[in-house]
Nanobody
Framework: QVQLVESGGGLVQAGGSLRLSCAASERTFSDYAMGWFRQAPGKEPDFVAAISYSGSGTSYADSVKGRFTISRDNAKNTLYLQMNSLKPEDTAVYSC???????????????????????WGQGTQVTVSS
C-alpha cells in the first residue's frame, strides 16, 4: 500500500510560481509511474502531467505545456510539479497518483487517465489570484 502526501500548495498571484511535492511511503518508489491531477470546484478531476516509472517519459495536458514541469527523485521517493506562469484558471486542488509498473512496461510509458492509477494523495490547494 502506497501512501502519498502532497505539499507546496498555497496562494500566489497570476504569473507567479509554485513547486508541489508528493512524498511516497513506498521504498520501491522507482517501480511506480506517477501523475498529477487537479480538480476545480464543481468540476471533474483533470489530468495535468505524468511521468514514467524510470523518469524517461513525461506527458502534459495542453493547458499546462511549457509552463509546468513534472520530475521525480527516486532516491528521495518524491515527485515534483514545478508550476510557472500561473493563471487564475490553474486554481484547483492538486493530487498526485501512483501506479505500479507492468512487467514489461516501457521506460517511457506514461498514464494520463485517472483509471490507470491505484493510489492517490489527499491533495493540496493551489489558488491563483488575478
Amino acid at each position: 500500500q502506497v501512501q502519498l502526501v502532497e505539499s507546496g500548495g498555497g496562494l500566489v498571484q497570476a504569473g507567479g510560481s509554485l513547486r508541489l511535492s508528493c512524498a511516497a511511503s513506498e521504498r520501491t518508489f522507482s517501480d511506480y509511474a506517477m501523475g498529477w491531477f487537479r480538480q476545480a470546484p464543481g468540476k471533474e478531476p483533470d489530468f495535468v502531467a505524468a511521468i514514467s516509472y524510470s523518469g524517461s517519459g513525461t506527458s502534459y495536458a495542453d493547458s499546462v505545456k511549457g509552463r509546468f514541469t513534472i520530475s521525480r527523485d527516486n532516491a528521495k521517493n518524491t515527485l515534483y510539479l514545478q508550476m510557472n506562469s500561473l493563471k487564475p484558471e490553474d486554481t484547483a486542488v492538486y493530487s498526485c497518483a501512483a501506479a505500479f509498473r507492468g512487467r514489461s512496461e516501457s521506460l517511457y510509458y506514461t498514464r494520463t487517465r485517472k483509471g490507470e492509477y491505484n493510489y492517490w494523495g489527499q491533495g493540496t490547494q493551489v489558488t491563483v489570484s488575478s
